[in-house]
């Protein structure tokens, strides 16, 4: 059974960093593209980037590009987010997801839809306040 496991959240101020990790088991990491989502409070779930399985492409949103970086290990079965340079505006409840194919293009996640868990895991709380 899927299996994704969030860590790495926490509380920080304006402008640090953290770094946020998934556990996945279950499948065969290395065969599928991984996505990150976020929810903010009171607001919907937010595509945030992507990395696809083979060549490792990877895709961000506009809101977050230049500040985060995705990156995975396939021998250790873990998806990573690296976030810096953090905002208030950052503030949200941070999943992983397994996406439903090896590799896209980065139209494919303009209109994302977010898959369900256990395809999702259950996320990780980033709160950036001073």
């Known amino acids: 059974e899927v299996q994704l496991v969030e860590s790495g959240g926490g509380s920080v101020q304006p402008g640090g960093s953290l770094r946020l990790s998934c556990a996945a088991s279950?499948?065969?990491?290395?065969?599928?593209?991984m996505t990150w989502v976020r929810q903010a409070p009171g607001k919907g779930l937010e595509w945030v980037s992507s990395?696809?399985?083979?060549?490792?492409?990877?895709y961000y949103a506009d809101s977050v590009k230049g500040r985060f970086t995705i990156s995975r290990d396939n021998a250790k079965d873990m998806l990573y987010l690296q976030l810096n340079s953090l905002k208030t505006e950052d503030t949200a409840v941070y999943y992983c997801a397994k996406d439903f194919w090896a590799q896209a293009p980065r139209s494919a996640y303009t209109n994302y839809h977010v898959p369900t868990p256990p395809h999702r895991g259950q996320g990780t709380q980033v709160t950036v306040s001073s």
């Open positions: 990395i696809n399985s083979g060549d490792g492409s990877t």
């Open positions: 279950g499948f065969t990491f290395s065969a599928y593209a």
